[in-house]
């Protein structure tokens, strides 16, 4: 089936504490938007990546894309004012039937392992979502004061949510909802049960100053 992936590069350096977006910012001698389009563009010679940047920062991201090893195989559009917005107008771009994988541009530690397993997940449930189980204890506030949670049940749910073409269109269509805080719960809306896969624990998404020192460590690694 066609491939295409919607990477969403909407974020701000609020929590970072920096003035430049942290999509792009430098990471190893490439901005972390890099890492994440080279990653998909190894994954399969025919997939196609549609980047959905912030207005005030398309430019950055065109000169970005020209970097990489395949730009024409890259379509940028606009974002939205949520991530379901910016989500939305990434999918009016597919038209084919198609797997769709949607990922955030700072989680830029995916490899090419994870992207291939969501796609053999998807196209025999209908869709995928990478999850971690935690490793610390949890513990949930109510108006009662708090309780234990069984970490066994809990997971942590990571990028690229990978779904059918007509599921994820047909799912983007509901008027939005506070409670879309990714791609799954907007699916699950409609009903359709969500399929977790394994994640991986290196899979992080790059937010707070900390994770740029441990995606460097990560990827002098690799």
């Known amino acids: 089936m066609k491939k295409y992936a919607v990477i969403v590069a909407g974020g701000s350096g609020l929590r970072m504490g920096t003035a430049i977006p942290k999509q792009f910012l430098p990471l190893r001698g490439k901005p972390v938007l ?73 989680r830029c530690l995916i490899t090419t392992n994870l992207i291939h397993r969501c796609y053999d997940a998807a196209l025999d449930k209908g869709n995928a979502i990478p999850a971690i189980q935690p490793i610390d204890t949890l513990r949930i506030e109510t108006a009662n004061g708090n309780h234990l949670l069984d970490r066994q049940q809990v997971r942590i749910i990571q990028t690229p949510q990978t779904f059918y073409s007509d599921l994820i269109k047909k799912a983007f269509e509901q008027p939005y909802d506070p409670s879309f ?18 994640g991986e624990a290196s899979n992080i998404k790059i937010t707070r100053p900390l994770d740029i020192l441990l995606a460097e460590k990560i990827l002098e690694e690799r």
Request: charged share 20%.
């Open 34 to 106: 890099w890492h994440s389009l080279h990653t998909f563009l190894e994954a399969w010679p025919e997939l196609e990546i549609i980047l959905v940047l912030p207005q005030d920062h398309l430019r950055t991201g065109e000169d970005i894309v020209a970097t990489t090893t395949n730009p024409a195989r890259i379509r940028i559009t606009v974002g939205g004012e949520t991530r379901f917005h910016s989500v939305k107008n990434g999918l009016t771009s597919i038209n084919d039937p198609s797997i769709v994988f949607v990922h955030d541009a700072v």
């Open 181 to 198: 805080t990714d791609e799954a719960s907007v699916v699950e809306k409609l009903g359709i049960p969500i399929q977790l896969i394994e």
